[in-house]
C-alpha cells in the first residue's frame, strides 16, 4: 500500500473502482460530495432517504453502481451519524470505518471523498486515513482523497 494521494477533484471525478462519501442525519438535502455523487447518479440516494430506507444514520451503507456519470465504477456512501458536533475523533471514527466497509466489499482501488470541517481539514483527513490504513487497509491497493465539493459539469 502506498501513501494516500490527495486529489484536487470533486467526488464525481474521483478515479479507482469506488468513490467512497459520508453522508449525514441531519443534513438535508444531501450537502458536499454526497450531494455531487446523488446528482450524478439520477437522485438514487435522494429518494432511499425520501422512501425512508436510509437516514444517514452513523453505520448505514448504500453502494450504488456508476451509471455512466462517474469516473469511479461504484459509489458507496457510508451514513455519518450528524454533521453538527461532528468531532476530530468521531470523524477519524468515520474514515476508519469507510476504509473497512471498503475493504469488506472487495474494493483494492479506492477515492475517498470529503466536505471540509473545522475538526478535520485536508491535513488532518490525510493523517487520519494514514491510520486507518494502517489498521483497517489490508487489501487496499491504491487510496486517493479529495475535499473538493465543486460540481464538474
Known sequence: MKQ???????ADFLPGESVVALY??????LVGPAAVLDWR???QLTRLLLD????????????LQNNGKLKADWALLIGGGKWHGLSRETHASLVKHMLS???????REVSLAF??????????????????LAAEGGGIDTC??????????
Not at 24 to 29: G, K, M, S, V, Y
Request: net charge negative; charged share 20%.
Open 4 to 10: 494516500p494521494e490527495q486529489l484536487s477533484l470533486p
Open 24 to 29: 449525514f442525519a441531519d443534513q438535508t438535502p
Open 101 to 107: 466497509v471498503a475493504r469488506r466489499a472487495g474494493f
Open 41 to 43: 447518479l439520477d437522485g
Open 52 to 63: 425512508g430506507e436510509v437516514r444517514g444514520h452513523a453505520g448505514e451503507h448504500v453502494m
Open 144 to 153: 486517493h482523497f479529495s475535499c473538493e465539493t465543486v460540481f464538474s459539469i
Open 115 to 132: 466536505m471540509p470541517h473545522e475538526e478535520a481539514d485536508a491535513g488532518i483527513v490525510q493523517q487520519q486515513i494514514n491510520q486507518a
